[in-house]
T-cell receptor, first 110, second 117 residues
Framework: EDKVVQSPLSLVVHEGDTVTLNCSYE??????LLWYKQEKKAPTFLFML????IEKKSGRLSSILDKKELFSILNITATQTGDSAVYLC??????????FGTGTSLTVIP | GAVVSQHPSWVICKSGTSVKIECRSL??????MFWYRQFPKQSLMLMAT?????????EQGVEKDKFLINHASLTLSTLTVTSAHPEDSSFYIC?????????????FGNGTRLTVT
């Protein structure tokens, strides 16, 4: 059965801390892995990772994929209160099927 | 680009009535759209895959007669919650992939908060 597992489920940090969110997967016909940030409404797209070992970076956020070990991490450095959200990991497999993880709820305390 | 519009943003209805939610791809064609449901503090749960011009594919445990999906054009899919009950209250989100091909990010509508009284 295809599955995507995120850890931790929730995380509370102080402003300025660095956090690492994890996403592991077991799927057939993997195409890509995506990270989304969800605040109060629909998720917004952060990164799409297709190849192993190539870091994608956007400001204080970065992400990398390991297709051998079947996981990805999302790093957020110098966290701010605006980073508080649920971070969702999704895996796209052949046939345009997406599987979402349970999400990691991040709370950044001032 | 790749904007998905969902309407309404929120709706309150009485038990037993039906509610229609629209999902439109504004600047691209979407042969496939997805409908998700999300409970508070939980992840997205795929309900069904909507295919233009054909029947939707429902996930296990989702009642197709209760959640009617119509994908009549390349830019519009609708989800109708029939005979809604309080347990149907939830956050419903649609999404689509520009171009319909794999390897593109999934773009989401802003979601519809349904409250059934």
């Amino acid at each position: 059965e295809d599955k995507v597992v995120q850890s931790p489920l929730s995380l509370v940090v102080h402003e300025g801390d660095t956090v690492t969110l994890n996403c592991s997967y077991e799927v057939t016909n993997f195409r890509s892995l995506l990270w989304y940030k969800q605040e109060k409404k629909a998720p917004t797209f952060l990164f799409m990772l297709t190849s192993s070992g190539i870091e994608k970076k956007s400001g204080r956020l970065s992400s990398i994929l390991d297709k051998k070990e079947l996981f990805s991490i999302l790093n957020i450095t110098a966290t701010q209160t605006g980073d508080s959200a649920v971070y969702l990991c999704a895996v796209l497999i052949a046939g345009n099927q997406f599987y979402f993880g349970t999400g990691t709820s991040l709370t950044v305390i001032p | 680009g790749a904007v998905v519009s969902q309407h309404p943003s929120w709706v309150i209805c009485k038990s037993g009535t039906s509610v229609k939610i629209e999902c439109r791809s504004l600047d691209f064609q979407a042969t496939t759209m997805f409908w998700y449901r999300q409970f508070p503090k939980q992840s997205l749960m795929l309900m069904a895959t909507s295919n233009e011009g054909s029947k939707a594919t429902y996930e296990q445990g989702v009642e197709k007669d209760k959640f009617l999906i119509n994908h009549a054009s390349l830019t519009l899919s609708t989800l109708t919650v029939t005979s809604a009950h309080p347990e149907d209250s939830s956050f419903y989100i649609c999404s689509a992939i520009p171009g319909g091909a794999g390897g593109s990010p999934l773009h989401f509508g802003n979601g519809t908060r349904l409250t059934v009284t």
